[in-house]
């Protein structure tokens, strides 16, 4: 086999491995079959050692054969327009892809004890599995349509696992308030997908080059980036993330710290040839970046807990990130990318040990904390700081104004259309039996 | 309302406030400590009301205990025939309602067991109350840190722009119409419309809708040197004033759902009680009938001579590891794990002195730890370098979350973060191992010694007094073995916030290492050992105290300071490590039955490589699992207990009444332990009862807030107890106290305790004791009689089947079976 053989076999492999894992731990959460806890673990271990065999793999044979473009079956074809499975290896996918392998079998190895007797360990195992299988999907995707597939195996996974704690209140409601923000956003890259069927020779990734020129160009780009603002947690549609913090540790790492954040900064690298001629889209991406990081930067600087400080500071850099990708830095902004969910990840895994770090740290005394982190605030007069930091405490007031503006209309629109859809249904005459589930739904009692 | 009324409010309410230090500063208590005058089942009734949580198991539980045998269907048949005359057993069971005379307890605002009532009171007060008690988490200093709360969240509401304020508008007009006005001015305000007779029940369900932070607050008013850098001027007062506004202004916008206005966990009282008596009972007759199969006739046993004795903390964990050293014919006697030396300690390079003797005690000194001759020089480079990796900490910790240094930091420094990432979780206990070693090369420890008779330490002879009070109390006055270990046992974990409560509970908490080190350098003194001689207590000169330290997660235990031994004492060093080796093995392959997810191998190597591991695991929420099980306290010779395997589920405390005429070291024998005990066993019990309502829920969304605690999620109250992982194998149960002593001297021990005697009366632990002479066990009962257990506990079989473990001592008829 020549080496762009082994590029199109372990491509293919690789996403239908990630979709193999997800697929048999779903039909069991399906058939409300409880597993035994050792053969699901087992199963996701040996999941992500395959995903890290499978990258490394394909690493060696994208080094040898180069960028490779991929065009798989077409699932449906109708006026002219059609759906094809297309993959993209190339420079940023096997470098995403590497991240994934490093953190997921990371995680993976975390979990394994921390979820030990966890009720519902089987349902994050399988959303954690389905979140593999997006983020592989995402990686690789050739044209928008795959893309969007991943994207929003992604976004279903991450609004479940926020709300893992299901009987805790604040739990539900925060990842209704994600799942608000998420579609909203995936509105953006759902009519780029449709623009790009209908104007577009091609939704495919490979001529982005060329569409570039097509007068409304421009107006794809702006949705992109517009799509890519929830993920990535963005003004204006950043205040659902520091409410993300309601789940596990090992979700919070691997979805907040490294992989599922960053994928708003994959979404503008992959489709950067179709938005670089656009001034307006960069002007834009890097005054929502550089708004972003000092709206996090001063925010976070007064977060007294662990998770949701290292949320703020993760967005900080998220913003960061996006005025590099608007300068056109693309390899910087990838090698930030990855130092970043590095460092995240490890931050969040270890955010249970500040208290013992703090304890056992000879310099922790009041004048030591005192002259810690803020200085430029010195440089204010009293009442102006503490306006500053009051409005910092309470996120510059975003938080109840998203609500407002945000998740409350988008709750009536549906609400709504609901209401509409009343008459068009029958009526349902019982309610609908108990769905089998491998969860006891009784209160905890071992 | 007058000024002095609010006080007086506030003080009515201190006292039933949540006992909860910051997780620095963590001790096992009571969490009802000031309850303890009412009757167990009377105070657990009341605490159902305040805390809104169950104060016993489920009915589900207790039946699913009985059908499996672990709760004696006779046990329940003989509470019923006490507390229930006429009612049997399968009446009980058929009929629901059987038994329920205990009427539920009505809450008296509507909101207070409205769910979305409390997240909407977090939303407005949990950031200001975090950020002002933070104690260093955040980077920018709250500039109401050294001002009152009240101030701080009047500020916080109301200098926002008003049309920014969404959901928070009810809140700002309230607060608008208390400004100018004094704190007690504003509760009297807010409590004008409040019936005079329920404003401290009101107040108490207001505070109690965030129990943690206002246990918090009550906490660092009493003791501010408790907040781990600096505590703000915390006031209940104050406090309370914030709680009333924000609890009414939500009152009167929130349509409550909640239909019922009972305490959901006061229902059904009156059958848990029963069942949780009869749970309780079915222990207490297992366990009884298998000690008594065990007790030998009292008799004068030869005297051995031994190699080694060895003096350990009477804490439940290391009974295994005494059956384990035991069995290698070493002597060993439990004491409190303080052994007397009530100090403080500051260890070298230390920023505080810790503290090293039981929550009941007060520690009467201060002891320094300081370089050995010569090795000044090691120290400071030692110091110097700790404080510099400790300030580089620090910073990366601010800098790597701000902005802009974020940005040089995670380009920097962020790509090797995937190093330890990778390293640690594949091999936890190596990497700790290999970044030791390297610290020891570059910069190696100096000896130390401990400066035990400096000004405000202890005296010689008080040293010897000291001495001469646990050697008596255990029964040491002669026949002293050449080696006399004196081993104070810790606990390694990571990456949990939760690591005090797994300590040294006689130690607050913290390794018991420097009291070993103390007390054998103590007992080691010539001028210490002459005032022993002349008082009648000689030790042998070839006797010598070595301490050790024993680490109960790691099951490690090793010899410290064996430089202050000398070289001809090396064989008989080498032979105690060669045993400890040995008897950490054992102890191994017990604790691994109960560790489902040890490898399923026989191999020792591989499973002490696992709990190595464990302690140094990041991922690990069960580093080990603590007190879990513990039951029962027994005061008396090891004799008793001698070659009876007790699972560890018992503290065990040497006391020999045959050498205590006098009954003069009975007292300081029980009242360090059993106190301890007993809070050590309710605070398993009520987190374990409703993990919930009194514990901290699961560990794994936990979050660290202001350095003091930990939180739910994004947002929460402040979460009391311990975590549902660290408690799930325990069965919530009082502690069984049995003394060996004469009734006489009982009698004399509770009366002379207030403490005691409340626990006593109350109900609060289960007391019997063994009669010196003729070894029979006689219980208390409820008329403070004793009476032979058998008598007490009638639906006792017999005698158990020899050579068979009871079931409650039996690690395959775990309730949490290890297939699970």
Redesign the interface.
Known sequence: MTALDWVTVLAWTTVAWAAAGALSLGAAQALGLALP?SVVEKGAVLHSLAVVTLAAGLAAAWRAAGDAHLAGPTLAAAHGAAWQLVLTVDGKAVAFLGLIA?VYP?IV??????????PGAQRFWFLVSLFAFGLVTVTLAGNIDVFLLGWEVVGVTSVMLIA??RR????A??SLRALVFYRLCDLGVLGAAVWMHHAFPSSDFAHLVDDAAIPTSGLVAAALLFGSLAKAAQLPMSSWL?????????SSAIFYGALSVHLGPYLLLRTAPLWLPHEGVRLAMGLIGAST??Y??VV???????????A??TM??LG?LFVELALGWHTLAM??L??????R???F???????????E??????D???R???DW?RWLPTRA???L??????QF?LD??G??LVGRPVLAVFSWLSLLEGPLTPPREAPPAPRASNEAE????? | MTRSSADALVEALRPSMPIQNP??AFVHNNILLNLEHLPFHEALKQAAAWYRARPY??E??YREELARGRLHRASLEAVLRERLPGVTVDAFLGDPTAGDDEPAVRVLRPGALD??F??QL?DVVV??V??W???????????WRDRSVWLAFV??VT???AW?????DAVRARVVRHLGRAVDDVIAAELEAVPEAQRVDWCREVLFSLKGWSGMVARLEAEPALA???SPPASLKDWLAVLLVVSHALDATTATCAPDDTAPGTRHLGRLRRLHDAYERSFAVDLLAHLEGHLKPAAPTAERRREVQALLCMDDREESFRRALEAQDVETVGSVGFYGVDMRFHGV???RATRQCPPVVEPSRTIREVPADGEGRKLDRL?RA??TG??A??GV??H????LR??A???S??????L???FK??WPSAVTRWRERLQRWAFPRPRTRMVLDEEGGYSVDEQSRLVESILRAAGFDRGFAPVFAVIGHGSTS????F?QAYGCGACSGNPGAPNARAFAQMANDARVRARLAYRGLVIPDETRFVPCFHDTSLDVCEVLDREQLDDAFAPRLAGLEATFAEACRLDVLERCARF??APATSDDDALAQHVLDRGH??????PEYGHNRVAACIVGRRELTADVFLDRRCFLVSYDPTRDDDGRQLPGAVLGSVPVAVNIGMDYYFSRVD?DGFGAG??????????LG???????DLRLGLA??MV?LHEPMRMLVLLEASEAAVRDLISGNARLTRLVDNGWMRLGRIDPVTRAILLRGDDDVFRPWRDALPEASATPPPGKLPRILDVAFD??GVA?
Do not use: C
């Open positions: 806890e490093l990371a190895r975390f979990s394994v004890p921390s979820f030990h007797r966890e893992y704690f805790n209140l604040r739990s409601k925060n520091h409410r993300a913090m309601e789940g596990p540790a090992s990081a000092l996090a930067g976070g600087s007064t977060r007294p807990d662990a998770k949701t400080a290292l703020y500071a900080a850099q960061v090698v930030h990855w130092a970043h969910a590095g460092l990840t490890w931050q895994l270890r955010s249970s040990s500040l208290i013992q770090d703090f304890q740290n000879p310099m922790v005394s009041a030591v904390l005192r810690r982190g803020v605030s700081r503490e306006w930091y009051l409005a910092a405490q309470r007031w109840g104004m609500e407002r009784a209160e905890w009692s071992p | 997780l620095w198991e489920t589900a539980f769910p979305e409390d997240r977090q950031p200001v975090s950020a008690l933070d104690q260093g988490m955040a980077a920018w200093d709250n500039p500020e916080s200098r926002a722009p920014l304020v969404a959901g928070g781990p850098v600096a390079g230390q920023r110091v700790g404080q400790a300030a900490e620090l910790f601010y790597s979350r701000s902005l974020g940005v930091l995670s380009l420094l962020g790509l090797f973060s995937f330890p990432l990778v979780l594949l990571t990456n949990n916030p690591r489902a997810q695991d990041l991922a690990q929420p069960r993990p699961s560990k794994l969304p936990l979050n660290v807030t202001s350095l930990v939180i739910t999620g994004s947002k929460s549902r992982q799930e309730r949490l699970a």
